[in-house]
Nanobody, 122 residues
Framework: QVQLVESGGGTVQAGGSLRLSCTAS????????VAWFRQIPGKEREFVAA????????YYSDSAEGRFTISRDHAKNTVYLQMDSLEVEDTAVYFC???????????????WGQGTQVTVSS
């Protein structure tokens, strides 16, 4: 069973950058489409970005488009989320999720990591 672990979260000033990583253990992440979501306490988990298993297709939310970049490294069994021009409103817990089907992964992936906190200060 594939397990996902997120890392790279932290505190950064507005306008700064962070790179999140989603690393898989127990299996090959290359067989999965992977998505990043984020969640603020008291609100539903929100889709941020997704990438196909081959890395050739990707999708972004309106808030992420132009500022965030999703990519993957099959050799490292890892998917990244490069976040630039961060805003205070990007503060949330970020989760990665995985499923072989892109339609499933952008809506409700069955596999989740534990999340990593991103805090953007003004």
């Amino acid at each position: 069973q594939v397990q996902l672990v997120e890392s790279g979260g932290g505190t950064v000033q507005a306008g700064g950058s962070l790179r999140l990583s989603c690393t898989a253990s127990g299996g090959r992440l290359s067989s999965y489409c992977v998505a990043w979501f984020r969640q603020i306490p008291g609100k539903e988990r929100e889709f941020v970005a997704a990438i196909s298993w081959g890395g050739g297709d990707w999708y972004y939310s309106d808030s992420a488009e132009g500022r965030f970049t999703i990519s993957r490294d099959h050799a490292k069994n890892t998917v990244y989320l490069q976040m630039d021009s961060l805003e205070v409103e990007d503060t949330a817990v970020y989760f990665c999720g995985a499923d072989p089907d892109m339609i499933v992964v952008v809506q409700s992936p069955p596999l989740w990591g534990q999340g990593t906190q991103v805090t953007v200060s003004s």
